[in-house]
Each structure stands twice: as C-alpha cells, then as structure tokens.
T-cell receptor
Framework: AQKITQTQPGMFVQEKEAVTLDCTYD???????LFWYKQPSSGEMIFLIY??????QNATEGRYSLNFQKARKSANLVISASQLGDSAMYFC????????????FGAGTQVVVTP | NAGVMQNPRHLVRRRGQEARLRCSPM?????VYWYRQLPEEGLKFMVY????????ESGMPKERFSAEFPKEGPSILRIQQVVRGDSAAYFC?????????????FGPGTRLTVL
C-alpha cells in the first residue's frame, strides 16, 4: 500500500505567488517524521523542512512552511513568494518510528515557476 | 565539513558486468542509507547500514545486489551481472549517531547506465 501520496504530478506557478504542494501519508505508528526534499534538474536531493508527529507547531524554514494536519494525515508544503529557482521536483517523505530508519518517498510534484 | 560524497557520479556498464558504487558519509555520521531512483519516479529505499552491520535490507533485490559499510572506508553498493533495468540514479544518505537524528543528508547520486 502506498504510504505517501502526492496527487499533483505537476504545477505551474507565477513568480512571487505562493504555491501549496499536497502530501498525504498513511501510518499506524504514533511516532513518525515527515520531510520535504527538493530535486532540481541537476539531480541532487536538497532537504527543505521536517515535521515530527509530536510537534505542536507547524514547521517553518524561511519561505517554506509545512501545513501539518494530523487528523487528516496531511503534510502540505507551502512555498511563499515563489522564485524562478524554485522550479524543481518536490518530494514528500516519511520515516516511521523514532530516530533512524528508512524514508519512504512519494512520487513527487514537478513545479515550474514562470516569470 | 564536506557533505556526503559519492563516486563515481556517472557509471556506464554493459549487461553482465559488475557495478560498484561508493559512498563516504559526512564526518561523524555512522548511519548510511541507499536509495534508488528509476527514471520519472521517486526514491525507493534499498538498505540501511551502520558500521559493519546491515540494519534493514528490506528494499534490496534478493539477487545480484549487496551492500557493506566496513569499519574503515566508504560504504559500497555492489550490483553483479547488471541488466538494463538496473539503470537508475543511486543515492546515498547519511545521518549521525546519538540522539534522534531527524535529517538524512543526501549525496549527489551515481547515475548508472547499463548498455
């Protein structure tokens, strides 16, 4: 069964606009972590933001924020004030349990920022 | 502090040959993960190792694939008798030991092409 679902294969967004990337997850483990990574066309994986299942507040890192809705099992990424350099593939991932362990990735969302 | 290093960055093999992919984790990191990304797909977990131990190999194909992380030296992912379906990007990630480590730091990946 798919553990991480990203339903948007691709999105266009205008420069300076905000964009929300959807991510839903499935786990019965009460302890888990949620991650977002960016993969530009050059191919490297860049960590953006992390949310722990017990964190009370939504995570924020600069222009990135994570809209964590635990009851709905969703962890949407919001990118504010989009820039041309934000054009990339974005992956949501989950680690079940505490600390170390494998990440399970979604299929990704391709974001294209237009001038 | 150098990041996760992988070499080679690009590797071309003919069917039936062996491929050896190397990963040097970040300094002080003793947890290594290998992931595979097929074209147009998200990353799929392969194996999780600590020094001299395989912790989780649930994502490794049963045949032809092996991984090690010796006491000294880099982690090695070895693919014997490669086939065209092994063509993919192989990413290594590392995380530190000690307290709950939330982030996995990714290397630049090795792009394997099987002719």
């Amino acid at each position: 069964a798919q553990k991480i679902t990203q339903t948007q294969p691709g999105m266009f967004v205008q420069e300076k606009e905000a964009v929300t990337l959807d991510c839903t997850y499935d786990t019965s483990d009460p302890s888990y972590g949620l991650f977002w990574y960016k993969q530009p066309s050059s191919g490297e994986m860049i960590f953006l933001i992390y949310q722990g299942s017990y964190d009370q507040q939504n995570a924020t890192e600069g222009r990135y924020s994570l809209n964590f809705q635990k009851a709905r099992k969703s962890a949407n990424l919001v990118i504010s004030a989009s820039q041309l350099g934000d054009s990339a593939m974005y992956f949501c991932a989950m680690r079940e349990g505490q600390g170390w362990g494998k990440l399970q990735f979604g299929a990704g969302t391709q974001v294209v920022v237009t001038p | 502090n150098a990041g996760v290093m992988q070499n080679p960055r690009h590797l071309v093999r003919r069917r039936g040959q062996e491929a050896r992919l190397r990963c040097s984790p970040m300094k002080g990191h003793s947890h290594v993960y290998w992931y595979r990304q097929l074209p147009e797909e998200g990353l799929k977990f392969m194996v999780y190792l600590q020094k001299e131990n395989i912790i989780d190999e649930s994502g490794m194909p049963k045949e032809r694939f092996s991984a090690e992380f010796p006491k000294e030296g880099p982690s090695i992912l070895r693919i014997q008798q490669v086939v065209r379906g092994d063509s993919a990007a192989y990413f290594c990630a590392s995380s530190p030991r000690g307290t709950s480590a939330n982030e996995q730091f990714f290397g630049p990946g090795t792009r394997l092409t099987v002719l």
